[in-house]
């Protein structure tokens, strides 16, 4: 089965504008979890949604949100970009939430590297 | 809060055994994850314990001591291809039960 699709993979944005990255999950999982991952701080939460509603959030200032739709496709937006928000964002999905019983492995997309001039 | 230690880098040559610890601080503790990822690509998950001892997996073994807060990641018969950033994660006890990262272990390893 596909895996965890993210778009754009790259792109370069000036500050103070926004952006929008996209991730589809794979197909039946119901979660999907954000992460900036950057060489100084390494990989940290951002965000989990599951069935459309978000269900935790990391330590991100406001301008960092995010939304999920029914179909469990999710989109991250970062606004008023600001040098640092420069990193490559990750997008996970798991069958369910991350708090759930088991391993709870997660699935990791290839990333959208954003570049922020 | 939650937080883990991992050594920043690590060297071996083809064909070693090479052993990665982690250490970690959790108010609640639900498992300890081991995740590798090349350079420019995705993290892809490894193993998993939640209860102590040693899960193998092929050349990887993973092992965890909940009193002592630790674990690691054992690889055997070292490839090439085993070149990348190894991070272990823990799910704990805060609200949510997220996944938090260590800052990750970069493995090289040399002909």
């Known amino acids: 089965k596909a895996g965890v699709t993210q778009t754009p993979r790259y792109l370069i944005k000036t500050r103070g504008q926004q952006v929008t990255l996209s991730c589809s999950p794979i197909?039946?999982?119901?979660?999907v979890s954000w992460y900036q991952q950057t060489p100084g701080q390494g990989l940290q939460f951002l965000f989990e949604?599951?069935?459309?509603?978000?269900?935790n959030k990391g330590n991100f200032p406001g301008r960092f949100s995010g939304r999920q739709f029914s179909n469990s496709r999710s989109e991250m937006n970062v606004s008023t970009l600001e040098l640092g928000d420069s990193a490559l964002y990750l997008c996970?999905?798991?069958?369910?939430?991350?708090?759930?019983?088991?391993?709870?492995?997660?699935?990791f997309g290839a990333g959208s590297r954003l570049t922020v001039l | 809060g939650q937080s883990l230690e991992q050594p920043s880098e690590v060297t071996a040559v083809e064909g070693a055994i090479v052993q990665i610890n982690c250490t970690y601080q959790t108010s609640g503790f639900y498992g300890l994850s081991w995740y590798q990822q090349h350079d420019g690509g995705a993290p892809t998950f490894l193993s998993y314990n939640a209860l102590d001892g040693l899960e193998e997996t092929g050349r990887f073994s993973s092992f965890l001591s909940r009193s002592d807060s630790y674990g690691y990641l054992l690889l055997q018969e070292l490839q090439m291809k085993d070149s990348a950033s190894y991070f272990c994660?823990?799910?704990?006890?805060?609200?949510?039960?997220?996944?938090?990262f260590g800052g990750g272990t970069r493995l090289m390893v040399k002909p």
């Open positions: 197909s039946g999982h119901r979660s």
């Open positions: 996970a999905s798991s069958f369910s939430l991350q708090g759930a019983s088991g391993a709870n492995v997660l699935t």
């Open positions: 994660a823990v799910r704990g006890g805060n609200a949510g039960n997220m996944l938090t």
């Open positions: 949604y599951f069935s459309e509603t978000q269900r």
